[in-house]
């Protein structure tokens, strides 16, 4: 007799989850569709080349671009900002206009100096890594030559160091150069 109350306890509860779940389920889809009546709020508006407008006129926040006399008197030009003989540089080029062959025959030099300083960093990193795997590969090192290699170690990374500021400053002349091309109207064949 206790074994058929208990079966019957167990069929009860049993009968009471899958009610108590049942209504639960029912109790998330309505959740769901009042959740779907609601409002939502407005999607914020995401402009891409496809959607601009070509014909109306954009407006944009905040003061008027300045007159030309103005703009030179608030601002030095980026010339005056340079060194003497960059300034001479310049101003040589201004005055004889180049062809896109001289151009080209300008680009064509930059870029083979900043490949060649590309690849010496890389062979100088590469070096850096296998003299480190090596120091590292013998545990006895750092007891008998830890001076040694720390004076090696600055020296690789301060010619590490030096080679990507001339790497850097290679591309900001061919980048330079580039410019005064295109502001010079060198065709666009000419210019890369």
Not at 49 to 77: C, R, W
Request: with cysteine; net charge neutral; aromatic share 4%.
């Amino acid at each position: 007799m206790k074994r058929i109350k208990f079966m019957l306890a167990v069929g009860a509860v049993a009968v009471a989850c899958v009610l108590g779940a049942s209504a639960q389920s029912e109790s998330l889809g309505d959740a769901a569709r009042a959740a779907r009546k609601e409002p939502r709020p407005p999607a914020k508006k995401v402009y891409t080349n496809d959607n601009l407008p070509t014909t109306a006129s954009i407006s944009v926040v905040g003061a008027p671009p300045a007159e030309e006399g103005e703009q030179k008197s608030a601002a030095k030009p980026p010339e005056a900002r340079q060194p003497a003989p960059a300034k001479e540089a310049k101003a040589e080029e201004k005055k004889a206009p180049q062809s896109d062959q001289a151009w080209q025959s300008k680009f064509e030099d930059q870029k083979k100096t900043v490949a060649a300083l590309e690849k010496e960093l890389d062979l100088l990193q590469r070096e850096y890594k296998l003299q480190v795997a090596n120091y590292y590969a013998d545990a006895g090192n750092a007891l008998r030559d830890s001076k040694a290699w720390a004076e090696q170690d600055a020296k690789f990374r301060s010619e590490i160091a030096d080679k990507q500021k001339q790497l850097d400053e290679a591309k900001s002349h061919l980048q330079d150069t580039e410019e005064q091309a295109r502001q010079a109207g060198a065709s666009s064949s000419g210019v890369q």
